[in-house]
C-alpha cells in the first residue's frame, strides 16, 4: 500500500507539470489564434476604411457631363420654301420673295450652325470641324452663354418648334434675350435644355 502510495506521490508532479505544460500551449496557441485573428480583424477593417475613404473621395469629384451636340433638322427652311412656292404658284410674288430668302438663309445656317451644350455652357459653333463662331453681331461677346446665368428659356412651338428663346445675365447684369430659329431637333434640343438649364418657369409641356 505504502509502495503503491509512494508511485503515486511521485507520478502526479510529473503529470501535474505535463498537464500543465499542455494547458501553457493550448492557452499559448489560444492567445497566438486570438492575437493574430484580431490582427486580421484589424487589418480588414483598415484596409475596408481605406477602401472606403477611396470609395467616398471618388464618389465625391464632381462628375464631368458629355459635350452634347445636337443634330440639324431642316423641317423649317423646307416648310418656308415650300411655302415660298406655294405663293409663286398663286402669284403672290412680293411675300413669296422674302419667305423664299428666309427659307433658303435657314437651310443655309442649317447646313453649318451648330448647338454644342458642354458641362457649363451652350456654345454656337459652325461646320462640323465646330470652329468659333467669333462675336454675337447684335448684342456683342462670345456666343458662348454658362448655364448658370440662365434667367428663363421657352420653345414656340413645343409640337412644331419654330424659336427658341433664353435670357442670360452674362453679357449683362440686367439680362440679354437671345432668338434662335430652331434648325436642330426640337426634341434633343429641349431634353437638354432641361438637363443643363433646369425647368423653364414658362415653358410649355415636355415634347412627346
Request: aromatic letters at 12%; a positive charge.
Amino acid at each position: 500500500m505504502a509502495s503503491a502510495l509512494l508511485s503515486t506521490r511521485l507520478f502526479h508532479p510529473s503529470q501535474r507539470r505535463e498537464a500543465d505544460g499542455t494547458l501553457r500551449e493550448l492557452k499559448s496557441s489560444f492567445s497566438g489564434r486570438s492575437i493574430c485573428h484580431r490582427s486580421s480583424i484589424k487589418t480588414e477593417i483598415s484596409h475596408s476604411c481605406r477602401n472606403g475613404v477611396a470609395v467616398a473621395s471618388s464618389l465625391g469629384r464632381k462628375v464631368k457631363r458629355e459635350t452634347v451636340i445636337i443634330d440639324p433638322d431642316y423641317r423649317l427652311p423646307i416648310v418656308l420654301l415650300g411655302f415660298a412656292g406655294g405663293l409663286v404658284y398663286s402669284d403672290n410674288l412680293v411675300p413669296a420673295v422674302p419667305v423664299g430668302l428666309l427659307g433658303l438663309l435657314l437651310l443655309f445656317q442649317t447646313t453649318r450652325v451648330r448647338f454644342v451644350f458642354d458641362d457649363e455652357a451652350l456654345e454656337v459653333k459652325l461646320g462640323d470641324q465646330l470652329n468659333d463662331s467669333g462675336e454675337n453681331v447684335f448684342v456683342g461677346g462670345k456666343n458662348r452663354w454658362k448655364y448658370s446665368t440662365f434667367v428663363n428659356w421657352e420653345f414656340w412651338w413645343p409640337s412644331f418648334p419654330i424659336l427658341v428663346y433664353f435670357k442670360e445675365t452674362q453679357t449683362k447684369p440686367e439680362g440679354q434675350i437671345h432668338f434662335f430659329p430652331i434648325i436642330f431637333d426640337g426634341k434633343q434640343l429641349y431634353d437638354v435644355m432641361v438637363e443643363r438649364a433646369g425647368s423653364s418657369k414658362t415653358s410649355g409641356p415636355k415634347l412627346p
